[in-house]
């Protein structure tokens, strides 16, 4: 029988062999029930795993390289990648050893190369963990560097993969008054370095505070909306700017399309003691008149790379253009639901100005009645150098390199004529 730890690793293999061979997320793959036969704890060990090994890929591959003629079968380098990773980060050479050869040993298929599992590994353990620190920090795929290279140039997109690299602390949004031991961030966020269990931290179950990264935190302030106003927070799960809306007093009706992402925002409100209005619908097909509202598009989600390393390795830009036209129909119709004198905050956790600038520029030219609001920009710990030139804000990973980074975002406050 398996000892827990093999569990963990098994289980983090077959994640990476979704990831890489399937093209399919994490979120997808954890969505589906992957890890369900898991203990908590094994759950959360092998997520944390197959994260770290993706994050480190292009290093481990590096390593392994030199000692392989050819490349093994998937899951037998998904094998060695993943105890690369571990026997760099400074794991005992015995246990990790053991172990991924007993998992490769055991696979019906691939039994007959443990031999190599054993010699490669064996040589990792001996030059891997002085060699590992050398090597520069991952690159991202061509498909997705090539674009980010032409928008941003060449060397702060090697900060932005610097930032992916070193990975994400905790962030979170905390009610006024609540109080949490942290960092605070410029913009009034508050950062965990090592939280460790999220649902046991003071004020989780009283509902005093709600995770979010510190970029995802701004659109709502830059909306800022008032007691009393009625406000659409559209494609509002998993549900955090909508608990910013509420706490702020406003009239908020919640919409998006999924029944099982608005269930994460209703479990989000109860938690919280908020309330809104939860409307599960097609954007498009919903009707109204509103004071403003918040439409965090639909996107690549290119700007969350820190949290989600599986992202450039399971997809291709192949659906970047269904999105950046789904993107300018959603602005559009917002924008027929917003009254005159309203505020539209349109946002997508992007890096690729087609999901953000272009799409802000190509809108004014398309309605007469739009106007941009650089004055909401103008919010506590924003610097007014990431203020872009057609008025919207641009955040990047790289951004506060000294205290651990950000999300990248694009936000953009519309006002409509009265």
């Known amino acids: 029988m398996d000892d827990k730890g093999t569990q963990a690793r098994r289980a983090a293999i077959h994640l990476l062999d979704q990831v890489l061979g399937e093209g399919r997320l994490m979120s997808e793959c954890l969505g589906a029930g992957l890890l369900d036969h898991l203990e908590t704890g094994d759950r959360a060990r092998a997520q944390r795993l197959a994260t770290e090994t993706l994050r480190g890929l292009e290093r481990a591959d590096r ?5 392989l003629r050819k490349s093994p079968p998937l899951m037998v380098h998904n094998a060695l990648r ?8 400074g794991e005992a050479a015995h246990g990790v050893v053991n172990a991924m050869v007993g998992i490769v040993g055991a696979h019906k298929r691939h039994a007959n190369l443990k031999g190599l599992v054993n010699a490669v590994l064996r040589k990792v353990a001996a ?10 920090a991952p690159r991202l795929p061509k498909w997705l560097r090539g674009p980010l290279v032409q928008a941003w140039g060449g060397e702060a997109v090697g900060a932005m993969e610097v930032a992916h690299f070193a990975g994400a602390a905790l962030d979170i949004t905390l009610k006024a008054g609540a109080e949490m031991d942290g960092r605070e961030l410029p913009t009034g ?4 370095d090592t939280p460790g269990q999220v649902s046991g931290l003071p004020g989780y179950d009283s509902g005093d505070w709600w995770v979010q990264d510190a970029a995802a935190a701004l659109p709502a302030l830059v909306l800022a909306p008032k007691p009393g106003e009625k406000v659409l927070d559209m494609c509002a799960a998993p549900g955090g700017k909508t608990m910013q809306l509420a706490v702020a007093g406003a009239s908020v009706v919640a919409l998006d399309i999924s029944q099982g992402r608005m269930r994460r925002v209703e479990e989000n409100l109860k938690r919280t003691g908020l309330t809104a209005e939860m409307v599960v619908a097609d954007g498009f097909e919903h009707q109204g008149a509103y004071d403003a509202i918040l439409l965090d598009a639909p996107c690549s989600a290119t700007g969350t790379i820190r949290r989600h390393p599986d992202l450039p390795h399971a997809k291709d830009g192949s659906d970047f253009g269904g999105l950046i036209d789904l993107q300018a129909r959603l602005l559009a119709h917002a924008w027929g639901l917003l009254k005159p ?8 956790c992007s890096l690729l100005p087609d999901e953000g ?3 802000v520029e190509e809108a004014l030219k398309a309605f007469g009645d739009m106007s ?7 919010l506590k710990g924003v610097d007014p150098g990431w203020i872009t030139q057609e008025g919207g804000l641009r955040l990047r990973p790289d951004f506060w390199a000294d205290q651990g980074g950000m999300d990248g975002f694009y936000i953009a406050c519309l006002r409509k004529a009265a």
């Open 357 to 359: 600038e272009v799409q």
């Open 127 to 136: 030059e891997g963990p002085q060699a590992w620190g050398a090597l520069r």
């Open 82 to 89: 993943l105890g690369t990773v571990e026997l760099c980060g």
């Open 63 to 67: 390593l392994l390289h030199k000692h």
């Open 189 to 192: 966020s508050i950062r965990l």
């Open 372 to 378: 941009v609001d650089r004055a909401a920009l103008a």
């Open 341 to 348: 004198g309203g505020r539209l905050v349109f946002c997508t």
